[in-house]
């Protein structure tokens, strides 16, 4: 069962179904809830607060499901292949990680304000992690990124030189902007080809750049 937490998230989130965040009332999402707008008020502080909150879950969801998606392939050119084509899934279907992802935030969604300078604090720790400030574009990316990395050398020795490690981050973090192509400019199925053709190579043998030298 939700908690009292995730219940006003759900809430707030199903009302941008049908309405823009301007338009979204803090007593309605409370209701929709089944609590009291003081309880959405001690969770959140402020509508800008409850905003920081959703895109905060958002982010956290993302990178649990590019986890999840590097633990449920083995391969290593499949792992990249799953969480480039994932992450373009689920940025098509979800605006809020999309503009995430992207930083294009439009009119209906709500852009996470920072907390004012000399605020107080809020005494609930989810809050507190939301409030402290959300991740950019770059920041995501480079979360994938490093997740990615070190999914392919768990387990096994790795007997990569410090160069080829480097070249493998390389193509760790072209496969999340091979993804991010996607989301941006549409043109149907197939980055997992891409993705595959970028760096496969790299994970299954030397990478081109380092075969070359």
């Known amino acids: 069962m939700p908690t009292a937490r995730e219940s006003l998230l759900n809430a ?19 209701s929709a809830a089944g609590l009291s707008r003081q309880t959405l008020y001690n969770e959140f502080g402020s509508k800008d607060g409850l905003a920081r909150a959703l895109v905060r879950r958002e982010a956290d969801q993302y990178l649990r499901g590019v986890e999840r998606m590097l633990a449920e392939w083995t391969g290593a050119a499949d792992r990249l292949v799953a969480v480039a084509e994932w992450t373009v899934g689920e940025a ?9 992802l992207t930083g294009c935030w439009g009119e209906r969604l709500p852009v996470p304000r920072p907390a004012r300078s000399g605020a107080a604090m809020s005494g609930v720790p989810a809050q507190r992690r939301a409030d402290a400030g959300l991740p950019a574009p770059a920041e995501l990316v480079a979360s994938v990124r490093d997740r990615s990395l070190a999914a392919l050398g768990r387990g096994r020795q790795d007997s990569r030189t410090k ?35 970028a760096v496969g190579g790299a994970v299954s043998g030397p990478s081109p750049r380092a075969a070359g030298r």
């Open 92 to 100: 098509r279907a979800r605006p809020l990680l999309r503009a995430l």
């Open 12 to 30: 707030a989130l199903a009302a941008l179904t049908d309405l823009p965040w301007p338009a979204v009332r803090m007593v309605d999402v409370a």
């Open 163 to 197: 160069e080829e490690r480097a070249d493998l981050a390389h193509r760790c973090e072209l496969t999340v902007r091979l993804a991010l192509s996607y989301v941006i400019a549409p043109v149907g199925e197939g980055v997992g080809l891409l993705v595959r053709t």
